[in-house]
């Protein structure tokens, strides 16, 4: 009797710890790191959908109110331009009075095919901030 009891106790513990690793991996968020100083912050965060595709929400801050900026993923982790399409853009926004900008979209990708995101001037697509969605530990 003990033995059935300790493999349920057991049992149980594993599928609850499956179920929050699971969960991880289906949600990811990152800060908004500022590039060449330009005081650019905020947080992204990345949803995997159940049939496949990701929903993507970045709210960037310290922008300059009323210039348009766009934020586009990556595979790889330093927003560095890589060929890209239409696709690859999550969305354009106009920060407001405050310097706060936001975009959210849904896509295509899977989670772990988006590995960094980027808020971009619109004008020349300047890197203002990146956030790293996979660091490595």
């Keep these: 009797m003990k033995t059935i009891v300790t493999l349920l106790i057991v ?9 929050v690793v ?3 991996e289906q949600h990811a968020s990152a800060k908004l ?4 100083g330009s005081g650019v912050t905020g947080k992204v965060s990345v949803e995997q959908m159940p049939h496949g595709g990701s929903n993507i929400n970045v709210v960037a801050r310290g922008l300059t109110p009323g210039v348009e900026y766009l934020s586009l ?3 790889n982790h330093t927003c560095e331009l890589e060929p890209y399409s239409e696709d690859d853009i999550i969305g354009t926004y106009t920060a407001n009075a405050a310097g706060v900008g936001h ?3 849904k896509l295509e990708d899977d989670l772990d095919e988006i590995n960094s995101i980027s808020v971009r001037l619109a004008s020349d697509f300047s890197l203002v901030a990146c ?6 530990p």
């Design 73 to 75: 993923y990556y595979e």
């Design 131 to 136: 956030a790293d969605t996979h660091p490595s």
């Design 22 to 24: 699971a969960a991880s």
């Design 33 to 36: 790191v500022p590039v060449g």
């Design 103 to 105: 975009t959210h979209n």
């Design 11 to 19: 049992s149980i513990l594993l599928l609850t710890t499956t179920s």
